[in-house]
């Protein structure tokens, strides 16, 4: 009896298995099937939205599954839109770029970086419209480069320049019981501030007032530039929110023109030489891009290797969202060790993140640079350990408003002593030696205290001395601008901490000149090959709670949320940015 029933399970078990490959299988075929091949009509107009998150490195999955499954995110990579732009210039089927953007998902140096291609873009004699129902300020000046701006008549522009605002617990400290005990060096690495003050320090008002101020120059020039304002005229106009309606907008040259989408529609007619009625043939960035013009085609045979380290930095493996010095490690393993690869350049895009981690992708940059030229090309933000991996390179490249800087380290550890003294608690420990244990619900002691601040000291030197050895540089010099304080791109070319400013284009063709080669394409790394296990962790009713946070808290209050999580779960000392910043 035992016999049959086991016989009929395992029947029945295979059979269930067919069933879920032969399931597979047919989805499998029907995506690929399903794939539609992008082609460009002739007259068309390249459109370009970046509501979708803009990478710097956002490389698709070939697997069909991933398709199947909603594996692949909705992201763009900067390099393929770079690429894109370049390729539209000398493409006779693209008349010019009609820019439809509600808001740009990128950091600010990448909103420049796309918004320079396109300047670069209006010089071979093409067009660039733009239009939008209300701008906010990101996408406005993102928009402001085109060669005409029109807005809905009863539509907006955000315009009022920069600000920021941090919270502080103490009080709420105070108040619960729940304390975070604080060790740092560095008066600007504010990140640790709001638990210990109810206001902002002087130091950190300074560091933030020059940062944000620079940034705003920027987009301050580059928008009067385009609209052919005086710097002073368009802070003016921030100062009085002059953008606060279509009527205003007009009368202060922020647009050309207030439209409705359809009369829009007819402005692109008419530029490509088309009557009201005839049908405009767009074509998304995203589309062109994946009819194979998110490459430059070259069949040059040397090769110069991008990588990317994009996110915060974790001692582990690490993916596409976080840098691991496993991947960043192979990855410039992998580099130095192809005969091809004539020099690397490190794209940074991270706020730093594990002591560690730092420390062991940093020595292995000086291990390839030993071999081949090292450049680095800063992205949004390079901060502390952001900029530890990028300090021994040859040269190092900055956008003008990438956040950079940042020399400084901290560590946070909970203590819930007077809680646990408020409603009753009383934690006692058995240990074999003096130091074995710390407890959340016992005062932190003079012992504990002192070990965890040589720790801290140590690392900080430490820190300096990379830096020193990296940038020629001696340590009291090091010193006098560190002390966790951050710089923008701009301000940290004036103290040494960059070489130049410029975007990666600009870094690839200094690693090319270094490596004395002319003829070269470039090769991206790392590969991100993910298992069958970390690709179901993504499967759509694993993010359930995910989505459910994000409806009921809303996106921004959901980016608050992910932040407290990621601070709980700080492990070792921390070479990070003190705060988060989003620049809208």
Known sequence: MNFLRNLFASIFGTLIALGIILVLFLLVA?????TKKVSVASNSILEIQ???LVKDYAPKSENPLDEIFGFNDAKIGLNTIINAIENAKYDEKIKGISITSLGVNAGIAQTQAIRNKLVEFKESGKFVMAYADMFDQKSYYFSSVADSIFLNPVGAIDFKGLSSEILFYKDLEDKTGVTMEVIRHGKYKSAVEPFLYNEMSADNREQISAFLTSIWDEMVVDISTSRELTEELVNNIADNLLGRNATLAIESKLVDEALYFDEYMDKLKLAVGLLKVDKLSKVSIQDYIAS???RVLSSASDK????YAQGEIIYGKGNEDVIGQDL???ALRKATESKSVKAIVLRVNSPGGSALASELIWREMK????????VVSMGNVAASGGYYIACSADRIFAEPTTITGSIGVFGVIPNMSNLANKIGINAEQVSTNKGASYSVFEPMSNEFRSVTTEGVEAVYTTFLERVADGRNMEIEDVDAIAQGRVWSGVDAL???????LGNLDAAVSYAAELAETTDYKVRNYPSYNIDLEDR???FPFMKTKEKVLIEELGEDNYKIYKSIKALSKLKGIQTRLPFMIEIK
């Open 50 to 52: 970046l509501e979708e």
């Open 30 to 34: 029907a995506a690929v099937g399903d």
């Open 494 to 500: 004036n103290n040494g901490l960059v070489d130049e």
């Open 304 to 307: 110069i290797a991008v990588i």
């Open 328 to 330: 960043i490690i192979n």
């Open 292 to 294: 194979g013009k998110g």
């Open 536 to 538: 179901f962790s993504s």
């Open 367 to 374: 291990l390839a640079g030993n071999k081949k030229p090292i």
